[in-house]
């Protein structure tokens, strides 16, 4: 498991470009997006770090994939009309129950169809994930999503979610401050956490809260007046329908002290607040850090003193920067700290990163999506449904007794189609072709290439090791009678072992 950081470098500085080897590049697909081919890792070897980062970090120059902006129906959940509304209130004037009935069961049959969209949508970005041309986009979008944690069993709105979704990807390497912006007025969010309910008369000081603690400061970086004082300049922020509306009737016009800022601030003077504040930027290249570089506690006395002092040069560049992600980006991707080797294989793999990256570096077939959505759910990780507020753990929360049966089984399906409850004909259509991975079955200056032989560039292939001594017990264990060691079943199995491994389970 992890290696000590006692050792490691902190530097920001970019590593040179003969210490960028397969391994470094390799890391680097790994972390910035869900892995990649040999072919994608090599072509980044022979560009260098600094095209090769640029590459990642210029995904708007790479034509875009569809957006789904057509696909999917944001009336589902929609607002009853004027009409509706003033039949249902005679209806329950005149107590009226079969009138009121019909108004119940048309809620019932939207909330069905609603939570149908919802599943649909989860396949249409775990797809997104599996095939996009840009996958820098794609990780910045689901860490926004675990950093803005949104549930969907909340909102109950599967259209607010897609567009949430959006948003994130929108503004995935913009500007902090825009982000942090655009979700105080986020239908989602809003909704989430109770601001349509915040009015003047009785602040709601739920979102305000989480704003600071969770998506921008930090515990410990704000008073309780400071809650007060944002949550009376979000009053009367709320949505109407698909989009945020400002209540100026319920909206707090009077004079309000947040984080040494006073006036009659309202939700951009609350976000300015945070924004100047010193903690916001330590808090997010914290966060950051703890998604692409190294899983590092909060709280900065807790972290390791080269993390700490990594996270602090991070800190300050953002804020030189005035909060723009991608030359932070650019920065964190082609520094030397990024490519220490206490750095590198050393995080637990998400489950997305898990299925994403098996189809995208093994090029396994995607088999059927929706199994694949499933699996995630049972590893811990629902797309549109964090846990908490708080978004997903992470680390060593990611594995259990439970969870690695389902990695595992997950890897099986998709390397042969076969599920734990038996035969799956659907998934099975499909044949994985372990031939690729296998750099020793095209040299022709080997005659009879060994299993052992074989293992090892497998190993190499799947995990980026060289072990002698493992790749012997693989060669062995995949031993079966009358098939020869390039035989597909043979090399198949060979995978499958690769991927049971513990070293697989870290990125």
């Not at 949505?239 to 939700?267: M, P, V, W």
């Not at 002698?468 to 995949?478: G, R």
């Amino acid at each position: 498991m992890p290696n000590t950081m006692d050792r490691a470098t902190d530097s920001l500085s970019p590593i040179k470009r003969a210490q960028f080897g397969y391994p470094q590049a390799k890391h680097l697909l790994l972390r910035a997006g869900f892995g990649g081919s040999k072919e994608q890792i090599t072509t980044l070897v022979e560009w260098g770090p600094e095209k090769a980062v640029d590459h990642l970090i210029n995904f708007d120059e790479i034509p875009a994939d569809p957006d789904g902006r057509d696909e999917f129906d944001h009336d589902i959940m929609r607002p009853l009309t004027r009409d509706e509304r003033t039949q249902r209130r005679l209806a329950r004037q005149r107590r009226d129950e079969e009138t009121i009935d019909q108004f119940r069961k048309l809620r019932q049959s939207a909330q069905r169809a609603d939570r149908k969209q919802m599943r649909e949508i989860q396949k249409w970005w775990l797809t997104r994930m599996i095939q996009t041309p840009r996958p820098l986009e794609e990780k910045l979008t689901l860490f926004w999503h675990g950093h803005f944690a949104t549930g969907y069993r909340t909102i109950e709105d599967s259209y607010h979610m897609y567009a949430q979704n959006r948003m994130f990807r929108a503004n995935a390497l913009g500007n902090f401050g825009q982000l942090l912006s655009n979700i105080i007025r986020d239908p989602a969010m809003l909704r989430y956490l109770n601001n349509n309910q915040n009015r003047k008369a009785n602040p709601n000081e739920n979102f305000a809260r989480e704003i600071m603690e969770l998506f921008s400061l930090g515990e410990g970086n704000y008073t309780e007046n400071d809650i007060k004082g944002g949550a009376r300049a979000l009053t009367g922020y709320t949505y109407d329908d698909d989009a945020f509306t400002f209540d100026k009737r319920n909206h707090d016009q009077t004079i309000k002290s947040i984080l040494a800022e006073q006036g009659n601030l309202d939700g951009d003077g609350f976000v300015n607040a945070i924004l100047r504040s010193r903690a916001c930027p330590a808090f997010i290249c914290t966060k950051l850090y703890r998604f692409f570089v190294a899983d590092i506690p909060l709280i900065p006395k807790e972290m390791p003193p080269v993390s700490r002092r990594y996270v602090s040069k991070m800190s300050n560049y953002l804020g030189a920067k005035r909060y723009e992600l991608k030359p932070l980006m650019r920065k964190m991707l082609l520094s030397q700290h990024f490519y220490d080797p206490s750095v590198m294989n050393n995080k637990i793999k998400s489950p997305a990163e898990l299925v994403v990256g098996a189809i995208r570096a093994l090029n396994t077939p995607t088999r059927d999506i929706t199994t694949l959505v499933e699996a995630m759910n049972k590893m811990g990780q629902a797309l549109f449904a964090p846990p908490s507020v708080k978004g997903w753990d992470g680390g060593r929360a990611w594995i259990s007794t439970a969870t690695m049966f389902v990695r595992q089984n997950t890897m099986v399906y998709l390397l042969t189609g076969r599920l734990p409850t038996g035969f799956n004909p659907k998934g099975m259509m499909q044949q994985f072709n372990a031939v690729p991975l296998v750099r020793s079955l095209n040299d022709p200056s080997i005659d009879s290439p060994t299993r052992e032989l074989i293992a090892a560039d497998l190993l190499e292939s799947i995990l980026g090791v060289h072990d002698e001594q493992l790749s012997n017990h693989i060669a062995k264990a995949s031993q079966k009678p009358k098939q020869a060691p390039d035989d597909p079943r043979t090399l198949t199995a060979m995978t499958t072992l690769i991927t049971s491994l513990p070293q697989y389970q870290l990125c």
